[in-house]
Every structure is written in C-alpha cells, then in structure tokens.
C-alpha cells in the first residue's frame, strides 16, 4: 500500500488516480488544510475504487504511528506542505514548521516502521536563478523564498539520511509547472480566493469570475517580451509518480528528477491557448516585472527520460482544454 500524504490537494488527487490505475492500493493522509474530503470523493468517482483516507496532520507524531500500524504502507509519496511562494515570505516560521517538521515527523516513523521508499515533491524553485538554461538536475541549487528553502532543506535532509542507511530509496521529484486537469474534469485545481499562480487565474479571467489578466513583465529578453515557463500537464506529472516508484523498488540511495516538458511557454501563448480552448477572450493588462521573478525558466528531462522511462505526452492546447473543462464544472458547483 502506498501512503500519498496531501493526497487530497492538487498534485496529490491526480497521482492517486494514476496510481490506482497502475494498481496500487492507495492511502491517503490529509488535514484538509487546503483541499476538502470532497475531493476523496472525486478520486473514487473517477477510479470505480473506494480510497482509503485518513484525516492526519504529518507533523502530528502519534497520527502518523498510529497509521502506519493500522495500515500495511510499503512507501510514501509525500505532497503534503505549504506552496505558496509569496505567503511563505510573509509566514516563514509557518512554512518551515509545516514543511521541515512534516518531512521529519514522517521520515522518523517510517524508519521506525522500516518503510524506506519514499518519493518527495520538490521543485524547479530550488535552482538558482542564473543557470543557463534549460536546467538539468546538476545546475546550481539556491533559492530567494522560505518555501524554495523548505524543498532545498528537505532535499539535504534526505540525502543525509540516505546516507546513513543504505537501506533508504528516495526520489526527490522537482516540478515545473503543473497545470490543468483530469480529463473528466471531476478534479482539478481549486484555490481558495485570489489564485496565486498564473494558470488558474486566466481560467478565472475567461470565466469571467475575474476581470481581467495582470501580465508582469513584458520587457523580458524573449520572444514577446512575457516571462517563459515549463508548464506541464498535471496527468504526465502524475504518472512520473508512478514510473519514479517502480524506478525506487529496485534502487538504492537518492536521486533528483526534473518533471516538466522541457519546452516553454510564455504567458502571451498562454493566454492565446486558453483562448482557443475556451472560445473566451482573456483580457490583460502589462504591468510592470515583479521583483524576484525570471525571465525563462524551462527543464532539460533527458535524466527522467532515460531513468524513469517516462516523457510528458501532453501539449498545452489539452492542459488548456482540460483546466477549462474542469473549470465549467466547478462553477457549476
Ligand atoms: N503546484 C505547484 O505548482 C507545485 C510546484 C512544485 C512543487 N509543488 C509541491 O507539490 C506538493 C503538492 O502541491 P499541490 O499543488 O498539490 O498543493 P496542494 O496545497 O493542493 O496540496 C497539498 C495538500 O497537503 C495538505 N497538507 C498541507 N500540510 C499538511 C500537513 N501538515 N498534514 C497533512 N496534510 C497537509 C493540504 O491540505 C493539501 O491537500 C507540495 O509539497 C508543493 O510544495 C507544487
């Protein structure tokens, strides 16, 4: 059985789906601090499986015991955190505390329990920002924000597990940037009030829920000006999930992986794909950059292709298609 802790959030849902698809017996642990038992709900919906779910908070010690001794986990897929780059410069004690203290909490009990298959969510934050791009897995780590710095600790800790026991296969999984949503459009993303990243903002623009786009930064060095990102279908970060568990059944030690699609995408092209999809006009204004942001930032994938096996098969014609599908319904309630 495998434990996804903040199974019920945005990346946790869809990779429970993909695991349940490839047959594993899934677990979740979540305090629904930002996602709802709703949306256990949709996983079962989705899969015709019932999904087994605790409510838990990871940094809670006893929680975690008590589930790994009601539960048969032979590894664990650790999501559960805080993510927002902004709230986390404004909260920095809130954001390590959470962060650190769940990956600490969790990895003690499963060395406890002599669990050491472990797959943890980390993410193109943790690379500096003047390496040449695209950004394979050697360039330089270095972060600007307490939540960059929470993923880039966390990283450290586990290799220095890792070294300690030989015994301990773990995946450090380092995200683009994940967007859309299950072709169904029964999951998706759902952020509380004022979306803090670009994807579901536009979706809330072309819904008209929001007015209109604040584009930040059109004076970059690209090719109209807006700042370029590696976003990737949340389904094809999903199944690297599955692919990076098969890759640690049979590997000893820890290795990092980018996820993304090794191509980017400006917010212009952005905006004119959801257009498309949508057959809404997103409107937006040129604003000025925003301190701290870069102008390109994109994946080189050859380490995940050859290891995991795994490439993403999405483009972003159908993560447009699929966040706007998911976007109706949730309107629809
Ligand atoms: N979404 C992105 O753009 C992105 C990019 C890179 C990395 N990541 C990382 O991937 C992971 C998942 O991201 P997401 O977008 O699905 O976020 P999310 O907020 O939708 O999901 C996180 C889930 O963890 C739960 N959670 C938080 N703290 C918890 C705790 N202490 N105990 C139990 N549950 C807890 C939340 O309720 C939520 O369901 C996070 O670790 C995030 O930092 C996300």
Known sequence: MILVTGGAGFIGSHTCVALSAAGYDVLIADNFSNSSPERVDGISEITGKSIHCVRADVCDRGAMEELFSRYPVDGVIHFAGFKAVGESVAKPLEYYRNNIDSALTL??????RGVRKLIFSSSATVYRADNPMPLDENALLGCTNPYGWSKLMIEQILRDLALSDPGWSIALLRYFNPIGAHESGIIGEDPSGIPNNLFPFVSRVASGEIR???VFGSD????????VRDYIHVMDLAEGHVRA???ISSFSGVEAFNL???KGTSVLELVRAFEKASGRPVPYVLDDRRPGDIAVCYANTGKAEEKLQWKARYGIGEMCRDGWNWE???RKG
């Open 212 to 214: 209109k786009l604040h």
């Open 245 to 247: 568990l098969g890759y």
């Open 328 to 330: 109706m319904r949730r």
């Open 260 to 262: 993304g699609t090794g």
């Open 107 to 112: 990895c003690g009990v499963m060395s406890e």
């Open 220 to 227: 970059y060095p690209t090719p109209d000006g807006t700042g």
